[in-house]
């Protein structure tokens, strides 16, 4: 027995991978996000095995007869779209089955945030995930301030409703950062808008589809540097019989400098 963990297609139903396909005819029941979105995925490979329904608001009452289900043969986790527990019902299914010793396996494939990252044109090496956006602005204000200082890429998820008050808290927040907004990725309807978030805000005038955010990080350019004043500082903090680590706080909360990166420079001037 074994939950296996589906990525299903984003969009494009011919994203779906071949080992994706044998692993939905074998085993004995597979729980799925949107039951009817499911259903025309295995219509059109004709896919017989039962489903059933596992989404937000039904995850726990399903969480024990889906258990149960895998005592008995394997179960496949799928969501609506992409890689379940990826922002969609799974993570609590996956972390029971582990304390019940119930292999997890991945079926990789499919996934909204990579397709996005990779098509931005903004930097990949480093980024930051953090799912939908809150619906209120304070909370949503407050997500962003969190991650305002992030020297990686950021990517999030909107809905098209909350499209432009969503923009329009990133320009206040984050500033007129670059932005690729991707919508409706490997559908029939797919868009990537690439420039800035205030070109997005008059861009998008009324938003339609599921969206992607791939936001420009901090950068490097805005990363505070060492400079000779600040070596100076240090060491006239140091001719003044300042400590160390008190010299070392002070300029860096002064400067954002790292404590690291200034305790290298305070060891030059023994």
């Not at 936001?215 to 003044?240: C, D, F, M, N, W």
Request: some cysteine; hydrophobic content about 40%.
């Amino acid at each position: 027995m074994a939950l296996y963990v589906v990525a299903t297609p984003i969009g494009n139903l011919e994203d779906i991978s071949l080992r994706a396909l044998r692993t939905l005819r074998e085993v004995k029941l597979i729980a799925a996000e949107d039951t009817r979105r499911t259903r025309q995925l295995l219509v059109t490979y004709d896919v017989k095995t039962p489903v059933t329904s596992y989404h937000e608001h039904n995850k726990w009452a399903k969480l024990d007869y889906i258990l149960d289900c895998l005592e008995g043969g394997d179960v496949a986790l799928v969501s609506e779209a992409g890689m379940p527990g990826m922002s969609d019902p799974g993570y609590e299914l996956i972390v029971a089955a582990n304390h019940r010793g119930i292999p997890v396996v991945p079926i990789p494939g499919p996934s909204v945030v990579i397709t996005a990252l990779v098509v931005s044109g903004l930097p990949t090496e480093r980024f930051i995930y953090i799912g939908f956006l809150p619906h209120k602005a304070g909370s949503r204000r407050r997500l962003l301030e969190s991650v305002a200082d992030e020297y990686g890429t950021i990517v999030v998820l909107e809905s098209p409703h909350r499209l432009r008050a969503a923009l329009n808290d990133i320009l206040l927040v984050l500033g007129d950062r670059k932005v690729a907004v991707c919508r409706e990725l490997t559908k029939i309807h797919e868009e990537v808008f690439r420039g800035t978030i205030s070109q997005a805000i008059e861009h998008f005038i009324q938003p339609r589809g599921e969206f992607t955010l791939v936001i420009e990080g901090k950068g490097e350019k805005e990363k505070p540097q060492l400079t000779e004043a600040i070596e100076r500082q240090l060491h006239s903090l140091r001719l003044s019989g300042v400590m160390a680590k008190e010299a070392i706080a002070r300029v860096a909360g002064e400067t954002g400098l790292s404590k690291r990166e200034l305790y290298r420079a305070w060891l030059k001037l023994l």
